[in-house]
């Protein structure tokens, strides 16, 4: 487990995992009126939450499962990135991919967020890499 800062501005609880196995902790709309979102239209949804994660560690901002299957609403750049060095509030990119328009509330839960641990790369320029069976072989390649 880790400790992580957070400071909550809204009037809902801090995120929590639904499950003693959850990955994704539920985050909740924090706004002043309904937003309504017409279908292909997408939304920066505030959430109230600023959190303080230490280094080599993000936050990423998932879609809720539920919402997209039932409603057709997603996060547009899933996973969204929290850097370890961003100390704004949270927002989330929605998008309706429905025919219908849809409604958040405030207090709605709109996204999930896992905590991720994240190394960081170092490159080695190469002339050349080694081979594998697969090799270039990509987007479809085997077929199934």
Known sequence: MIQIKIKNISSHPLPDYATEYSSGMDICAFIDQDIVIQPMQRVLVPTGLFIELPPSYEAQIRPRSGL??????TVLNT?????????????VILINLSES??????GDRIAQMVIQKVDRAIWNEVEQISDTERGDGGFGHTGK
């Open 68 to 73: 997209a299957i039932k409603n057709g609403i």
């Open 79 to 91: 996973p969204g990135t929290i850097d370890a060095d961003y100390r704004g509030e949270i927002k």
């Open 101 to 106: 328009e849809y409604i958040i509330h405030d």
